[in-house]
């Protein structure tokens, strides 16, 4: 059985940092993607950011480029995001998800998602 387990949410003044992470267990790790998303109030669920199974490969959306950084050790089975500069708009439910090898933008593509941990970030 397949399961993510996130951690790290929370609540955070804007300017401030949080770090996710994302451990998992029930697949060989070291051979899927993994993605970062998250969805607001009456929004779809969107793309944050992707690393390769390799950790060779990394996505971000422009919004969170420079501000946003994704990392994975595989001797641990978790995948990391790190969130600095935040900003209200960044508040949402937080997943992570996997797919096999590469990554992808599209959220329908992932075939594993972790249960979601809550950002709210006060002005």
């Known amino acids: 059985q397949v399961q993510l387990v996130e951690s790290g949410g929370g609540l955070v003044q804007a300017g401030g940092s949080l770090r996710f992470s994302c451990a998992a267990s029930?697949?060989?790790?070291?051979?899927?993607?993994m993605g970062w998303f998250r969805q607001a109030p009456g929004k779809e669920r969107e793309f944050v950011a992707a690393?390769?199974?390799?950790?060779?490969?990394?996505f971000y959306t422009d919004s969170e480029k420079g501000r946003f950084t994704i990392s994975r050790d595989n001797a641990k089975n978790t995948v990391y995001l790190q969130m600095n500069s935040l900003k209200p708009e960044d508040t949402a439910v937080y997943y992570c998800?996997?797919?096999?090898?590469?990554?992808?933008?599209?959220?329908?593509?992932?075939?594993?998602w972790g249960q979601g941990t809550q950002v709210t970030v006060s002005s």
């Open positions: 690393i390769s199974w390799s950790g060779g490969s990394i």
């Open positions: 029930g697949l060989t790790f070291s051979t899927y993607a």
């Open positions: 998800a996997a797919r096999p090898w590469n990554s992808d933008y599209d959220p329908r593509s992932y075939d594993y």
